[in-house]
């Protein structure tokens, strides 16, 4: 599926543009506009998105526009939880020399909570890895647990998690240490707490970290330790903006720490460390949503209050429907607004039908929201409300180019499957006849021959196939392989980014390099059956 046209290689030139006619060259404000496009800052699509019909773009905050350091922010995140499981939950203090592999863990997995197991499965939901903390599973207990029943697993809450955001990799990380250390230290567990407890009270851990407010202040105290410095992100929104669009932000986070991380992003440098806080960012965008809890928020039944918010102090303010509600009787006055006259308006709570309110959004369909999060970003604006998605996936940014270096490893692949599938059809024609057929001494004889060269050919070809499988694996990640394929399939965290995202990309500000007026065509789906005529 690819996001370039046919046979193009690069974004289209403002010369050249299906509406170069018009004297608007001046107006694309993005520096990336018109350059050539690296394979892994594509924008690829799913559906047909024209964005003429497109009048707002909407951005999620965290791991979207703000893309976080895991070798130092999540670092941080495992060191905050292992210090609450050990002084508030009561897990053995030799915990605290655990350290963090921040490169072990990958998006897609499922957490079997009651076994202690980590799995990746493909789209049909069949287990292809699976580890029991950090020991890989056998073929035989696999199929033994995931594999023998009627009726197939959903692997859905409450006896698995799912590993779905950036997030939640360092909790997956930690629960497979906690699985080893059980296992090998019986008894010093608290209260000899089965795996389904300790997942729970990482949990609890990770929910106290963001509670007491342990790792906002963090990032907050030095954001550039801690989130990728993206010079782009500003050219990109004014691009958009100065395209007619309309831009917002909804974000779970609230003012005070949305403030500090997009300041840190979209702010004036007045000082040499960029450290100086300002609401000029606040110029980039029509509406800013934060607290605004979602899932919950993209239902339109959500009943929610929405409050305005006064970005100097922080004060909410009641609201019906966005417009601010006069306040009875005599209260201290308010300061004067230091926010710039066009800065848009700053809210926390509410709903989507109070965002379509303030926007003067018509059709769900005329909106594109860009997030990181399938169930939190993405599912629920395109299943319930019908918004367009783009997926930021800033893995593929490798991915994309382990592909091109692996292609000749996976044509290899191919021919040795095909060859391998040629000798299994000769091995079963070869007992059919030796079974039903019948023949002389001789022939049986030679037949009975043939067939053994054939099934050692076919554990050589069988041998050869499992370890180019292998290595086109290992050059990908060394534990769970290729981010969206499992095997053959596409695994299952490629199958919900082909169900919900209409785009998927890198990162947000791949935005730059595509007009605000392209036309998002998918390339054609194939069945089976087609795949060997397109070869030709």
């Known amino acids: 599926m690819g996001g370039l046209e046919a046979d193009d290689n690069m974004a289209y030139s403002p010369h050249n543009a299906c509406n170069a006619g018009r004297e608007d060259r ?14 892994g800052k594509q924008i690829f699509c799913n559906r047909s998105l024209n964005m003429k019909s497109i009048i707002a773009v909407g951005f999620d905050m965290d791991y979207t526009l703000a893309q976080y350091m895991p070798e130092t922010f999540e670092s941080l995140a495992y060191n905050g939880t292992l210090r609450k499981l050990v002084y508030n939950l009561g897990y053995p203090p030799e915990l605290l020399e655990w350290s963090f592999d921040w490169k072990y863990m990958v998006r897609g997995l499922v957490v079997d909570k009651k076994r202690g197991n980590i799995l990746k499965m493909d789209r049909h939901k069949y287990v292809k890895v699976a580890y029991h903390g950090f020991k890989e599973m056998a073929k035989e207990d696999k199929v033994a647990n995931y594999g023998n029943t009627l009726i197939r697993d959903s692997f859905d809450e409450p006896d698995y998690a799912l590993i779905d955001t950036l997030f939640s990799l360092a909790e997956a990380y930690l629960f497979a240490q906690l699985v080893d250390f059980k296992d090998n230290n019986p008894g010093k567990i608290l209260g ?16 106290l970290c963001h509670r007491d407010g342990t790792l906002k202040i963090m990032v907050a105290k030095d954001p550039k330790k801690y989130i990728n410095e993206d010079l782009s992100i500003v050219p990109m929104l004014k691009m958009l903006r100065d395209s007619g669009r309309l831009t917002f932000l909804v974000t779970n986070s609230l003012w005070d720490y949305t403030n500090v991380v997009m300041n840190f992003l979209c702010g004036s440098r007045t000082q040499e460390d960029g450290s100086s806080c300002s609401y000029d960012w606040l110029e980039n965008f029509d509406v800013v949503i934060t607290g605004s809890s979602k899932p919950s928020f993209f239902h339109e039944d959500n009943r929610a209050n929405l409050f305005e918010v006064e970005p100097e102090t922080g004060m909410l303010l009641n609201t019906d429907n966005g417009t601010l509600l006069p306040q009875i009787g005599s209260t201290s006055p308010r300061l004067p607004s230091k926010v710039p006259k066009k800065a848009c308006r700053v809210f926390q709570g509410g709903s989507v039908g109070h965002l379509h309110r303030l926007l003067a959004i018509e059709a769900s369909s005329q909106v594109l929201y860009v997030g990181d999060h399938i169930y939190g970003d993405i599912l629920r604006s395109k299943k319930v409300l019908g918004w367009r998605t783009m997926l930021v996936v800033p893995e593929l940014d490798k991915e994309v180019e382990l592909l091109w270096e692996t292609k000749d490893i996976r044509k290899e692949l191919l021919l040795l499957r095909k060859k391998r599938d040629l000798v299994e059809d000769r091995i079963h024609h070869l007992n059919w006849s030796l079974r039903f057929e019948d023949m002389n001494t001789t022939n049986r004889q030679n037949l009975s021959s043939e067939l053994h060269e054939l099934e050692v050919q076919r554990e050589h070809v069988r041998s050869l196939h499992q370890q180019a499988q292998r290595d086109c694996h290992l050059k990908f990640h060394s534990v769970w392989g290729q981010l969206m394929k499992t095997g053959y399939q596409n695994s299952r965290f490629a199958h919900q980014v082909e169900r919900f995202a209409c785009l998927y990309t890198s990162q947000v500000t791949n935005l730059s390099f595509y007009s605000p007026d392209k036309y998002y065509r998918p390339s054609e789906d194939f069945m089976p059956h087609e795949f060997d005529i397109h070869a030709v």
Do not use: F, L, T
């Not at 694309?28 to 690296?38: K, L, R, V, Y």
């Open 26 to 39: 001046h107006i694309w404000s993005s520096p990336e506009w018109g350059q050539n496009i690296a394979r």
């Open 192 to 207: 000899g707490a089965d795996y389904s407890r300790m997942y729970k009270d990482v949990r609890a851990a990770v929910d």
